[in-house]
């Protein structure tokens, strides 16, 4: 796309002016092809100088997370490579799922903000404008369903790495889904799969980061909280973006070709559930044990008072 590839010049020089003729030479288009594109890429937030004479500059780039502006932070081979970026969308997870069966493995969709963000079991999710990042990745893996369920765990170790290594803040995961930073939710997790009994068709795993989140509805003040909070900076969403494509692929390579035993200790290790006393919902009834252990295949081992083990393979467990 033309528009992308003068928005790269102009990146490429920043603090330099390239003048229109220039850029009509390197890409071979007309001047008012150019100007065209310098209005629209204006239009979508960049603050671009146009001096007579000497041409173009870069002065600035805006606050959003599409796939000019996540790129050059991109290591990701596949994860991500196909990048749908969306201003504003219902739910990332629901459009990943209409796209998934002819969409390619390792498509992400982003948007600044979502209307209906879901949680699991039709729980809203908060997708403030700008403010989070509201992603969700089609896989494609030759996996059975009961391995596939073992990936939010795996998403969940590159969220926990990935904002160690942008936000510079530690966190950790209340099992299985949410990660947490001083006992509020930051981020949450919400793995959906389609196939047949043994058989994966696409998986989409969506996730939902508080990036610069200021505000939470009051049904949330006390259980939410964003990086910007807990930091007391407003955090670039573009690094951190792409940090969680470059880790996710990391680690679902690892998985995909060791199994889920090679990400389990570290699981454990950012695990704020083990050896907690947890309550955990088992047939509507309110059971409370201990959390030991996270076994081989992502389940959480809780002992009950009674001294009786259990697996608890999903589900609602509060610590
Ligand atoms: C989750 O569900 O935590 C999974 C959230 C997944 C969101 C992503 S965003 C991209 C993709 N597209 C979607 O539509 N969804 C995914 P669950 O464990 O059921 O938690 C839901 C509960 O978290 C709600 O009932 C609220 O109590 C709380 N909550 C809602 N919005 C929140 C927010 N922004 N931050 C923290 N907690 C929130």
Known sequence: ????????????????????????????????????????????????????????????????IDYMEISPYLKAEFIGRNYLHFESISSTNDYAKEIAPSATDGTAIVAEEQTSGRGRMGRHWVSNKGQGIWLSMILKPNLSPNEAVKLTQVAAVAVVDSIKEIADIRSGIKWPNDIVINSKKVCGILTEMNGEIDRVNFIVIGIGINVNVQNFPEDLCGKATSLSIETGKILDRKPLTASILNNFEKYYRIFLINGFSSIRNLCKEYSLTLNKDVKVIINNNECIGRAVDIDDDGNLIVVFKNGEKKTIASGDVSV
């Not at 065209?36 to 146009?50: P, T, V």
């Open 1 to 64: 796309m033309l528009k992308n590839d003068i928005l790269s010049i102009l990146k490429a020089n920043k603090g330099k002016h390239i003048s229109g003729q220039e850029l009509c030479e390197m890409l071979n288009v007309s001047r008012t092809a150019v100007w065209k594109c310098i209005n629209e890429l204006k239009s979508d937030g960049y603050i671009i100088e146009s001096k007579h004479k000497s041409g173009y500059l870069l002065m600035e780039e805006p606050d959003i």
